[in-house]
């Protein structure tokens, strides 16, 4: 069993920058891969980035990519979403998930889910 927490969501402008994290119990923690995944209000969940185990492989969503950096602290047993350059569309609340599939980016390859953070980008 592994339990998430997420924190550091929060009210920013656009340009600006969040760091959230996500921090995870159990001792497996270094065998799960890793991702994060955002829903605005009236769509869909979707996946925006993910982590390898020992995080050296990422994947990001192609809307995110080279503003949002995913990581991890096996040691600390945490996960974290570090976002730049803010856009009003990032607005969403945004939840960390585990699984075992490698590379996973479908929320049901995902065993595991944290409650949300919520993530508002003004204009």
């Known amino acids: 069993q592994v339990q998430l927490v997420e924190s550091g969501g929060g009210l920013v402008q656009a340009g600006g920058s969040l760091r959230l994290s996500c921090a995870a119990s159990?001792?497996?923690?270094?065998?799960?891969?890793m991702g994060w995944f955002r829903q605005a209000p009236g769509k869909e969940r979707e996946f925006v980035a993910g982590t390898s185990w020992g995080g050296l492989t990422t994947v990001y969503t192609d809307s995110v990519k080279g503003r949002f950096t995913i990581s991890r602290d096996n040691a600390k047993n945490t996960v974290y979403l570090q976002m730049n350059s803010l856009k009003p569309e990032d607005t969403a609340v945004y939840y960390c998930a585990a699984g075992t599939k490698r590379q996973a980016t479908k929320q049901n390859e995902y065993d595991y889910w944290g409650q949300g953070t919520q993530v508002t980008v003004s204009s």
């Open positions: 159990g001792r497996t923690f270094s065998s799960y891969y």
